[in-house]
């Protein structure tokens, strides 16, 4: 048999991100929220088929109070980076900096800054590796009455 042209097109192809997402613990058919306290490995953009940029950041389970979910497993936070993406991004990335819901003006400082930035968070330099952040994962229901998990990150306390 001969494999010469099998592959052709491999160079160009686009491959797909399968990661492990948070999910909410379970109780009785009941999905609970649920905190989890995590080291950032990887953060990466990404061009999908469908819908766009997206944003992946891949982390190290530190620990949660989540039953099947050990310290050391691998997660994983998906967000297209669409109007709303962007602001859960912007969100996530004040979290990392230590910056509280409730400081504006620290908000205000470091979003101006944003754009750059996030060229060395995605990049080589991987500036966010190590980094350490809460997050608090709910679920909810969508207008048209889907599941939705809800990610709330939160700086290191």
Partial sequence: MSYA??????????????????????????????EYELEIDNCQGISTREKGPAFVVTFKVISTDHP????GQERSWFQYLNDTGLGEVKKFVFAVFGIGQAEEERQRELAAKL???????????????????????????????????????????
């Fill in 115 to 157: 754009e750059g930035l996030m060229d060395k968070v995605v990049g080589k330099e991987q500036v966010f590796r190590g980094k350490r952040v809460r997050v608090r994962v709910e679920n909810t229901l969508t207008k048209k009455r889907a599941d939705f998990t809800r990610h709330t990150f939160a700086p290191m306390s």
């Fill in 68 to 71: 099947d979910v050990k310290p």
């Fill in 5 to 34: 042209g099998m592959f052709k097109g491999i160079n160009d192809a686009k491959t797909t991100f399968r990661g492990t997402p948070m999910r909410c613990a379970e109780k009785e058919g009941r999905k609970l929220p649920t």
